[in-house]
């Protein structure tokens, strides 16, 4: 390993830890919002993946087809909640220049 700086290689180890730090500390600040059925259900998801509001159309209570409200429920809450994993892995790709993905422990 002739050529290799331990210290600096622990120096820049450590850089991009704080560097994730500060972007796993920036998702907490994201907020998505996506809609089904048209903007019949609307929901929003913070950074942490937390559903934080569900908003629901009154004309999309239907007694006889609970079943599409749950859909529409279901699809909203899973459309935010990609928009918050595509915001974190564009995040972490600029810290660790791609990377990021599949580091045992990184959480997104």
Known sequence: MAGINMNQLMKQAQQMQQKLAEAQESMSEVTVDASAGGGMVKVTVDGAMQLKSVT???????????????????????EACRG?????????????????????GMPF
Do not use: C, F, W, Y
């Open 56 to 78: 629901i159309d009154p004309d999309a209570l239907d007694p006889e087809d609970v079943e599409m409200l749950q859909d529409m429920i279901v699809a909203a809450v899973n």
């Open 84 to 104: 918050v994993a595509e915001i974190a892995n564009k995040r972490m790709s600029a810290v660790t220049g791609g990377m990021g993905a599949g580091i045992p």
